[in-house]
């Protein structure tokens, strides 16, 4: 493909595009399905790149309050060196404003990110397979859950506000619930995905994981986890590690989260 930067158009990211943007991630190895991209776009504003109409370019914008994620920031393997991501980032910036802005960073993004003053603050490390069924844990809750309750301690995880966001799994997925924190289970990309995961100590996220894993038991399923120790022992029930990505944060805002309830487990990569 030979072209010029003044030939691509940056328009807004609608549903008209995901074909497009399945076929990007696919290229680029990302197991996201259709379902997937709607998900995200769902609670988000974007661009696409467009050349002769067609998708070379995704970046998203996911706005949760007081925070925005910046995630699906792929451009086409063809067009790669030419500053389209820097054109990309500079929309999507500008759609989060002053707000604190997250992402997590490839390998190779990770050297535009840190050029637009994104610190690196983290890790994230990704396994997935097959997974063992392990004891089912006492004191979890199946069968029902307090969605209000259950965004308070996100927030107070997170600091997201992801209401709508958690509403919106909640009815797609599976819930594991106690007093001290939950967990979603729903499908995404080869199998299933463990995510969110949010506690107030490891042995609570342990036993939401230890719960999916009885419940799958020899299904495919994914972690996403910023906590080494819950991957860990994500590895004993089968799960391999598949590598990750740097979590990055540009105009940080002061931390009033993560004192009582911590997040063990990504929504996903790109909605934190």
């Not at 990007?24 to 002769?52: I, Y």
């Not at 370019?57 to 820097?86: K, P, W």
């Not at 799994?169 to 924190?181: K, L, M, P, R």
């Not at 994914?222 to 590598?243: K, S, Y």
Request: net charge negative; proline share 4%.
């Amino acid at each position: 493909m030979t072209t010029t930067l003044d030939r691509i158009q940056l328009v807004d990211f609608s549903a008209d595009h995901l074909p497009g943007a399945v076929r990007l991630s696919q290229e680029a190895g990302w197991p996201h399905r259709t379902q997937d991209w709607a998900l995200t776009l769902s609670h988000s504003t974007g661009v696409v790149a467009l050349q002769e109409g067609e998708v070379v370019g995704t970046a998203l914008a996911s706005v949760f309050g007081d925070v925005a994620t910046l995630n699906m920031i792929i451009v086409d393997e063809r067009l790669r060196g030419r500053r389209l991501g820097r054109r990309l980032m500079d929309a999507v910036i500008a759609y989060a404003g002053a707000r604190e802005m997250r992402l997590i960073a490839t390998q190779d993004g990770l050297p535009l990110y840190e050029k637009l003053g994104f610190k690196a603050i983290g890790d994230v490390a990704q396994f997935q397979g097959l997974v063992r069924a392990a004891p089912p844990a006492d004191g979890v809750n199946t069968d029902g859950y307090d969605l209000d309750r259950m965004v308070a301690m996100d927030r107070a995880a997170s600091g997201l506000e992801r209401g709508d966001l958690l509403k919106q799994i909640s009815e797609q997925g599976q819930v594991f619930y106690t007093d001290q924190g939950f967990a979603m289970l729903r499908d995404f990309g080869r199998g299933k995905v463990l995510g969110p995961i949010v506690a107030q100590n490891l042995e609570t996220a342990r036993s939401f994981l230890a719960t999916a894993a009885h419940t799958e038991n020899g299904s495919f399923l994914r972690l996403d986890t910023p906590v080494p120790e819950l991957g860990t022992f994500a590895q004993e029930l089968g799960l391999e590690p598949v590598g990750g990505g740097t979590c990055m944060v540009l105009q940080p805002q002061q931390a009033t989260y993560g004192n009582t309830f911590q997040t063990y487990g990504l929504v996903s990569q790109a909605l934190g």
